[in-house]
């Protein structure tokens, strides 16, 4: 099954849950690599979506 591929707005919100997460010492070591390497990938997607919307936003205004 394909996985749904998150919104801006959601892959935002789930980094911020993991930022709290780690700010408040609630993660665990075992989780810890886990957590990290699903920030590295949303953020990643994240800023492959603002590169999009700039060449968008330029080819408009071209």
Do not use: F, G, P, Q
């Not at 957590?35 to 999009?52: F, G, M, P």
């Amino acid at each position: 099954m394909a996985k749904k591929e998150v919104t801006y707005a959601e892959a935002m919100a789930e980094i911020e849950k993991i930022l709290a997460r780690l700010r408040n010492e609630e993660m665990d070591v075992d989780s810890l690599a886990a957590e990290v390497k699903r920030a590295t990938e949303l953020i990643a997607s994240c800023k492959a979506r603002l590169r999009k919307a700039e060449a968008d936003v330029n080819k408009v205004l071209e």
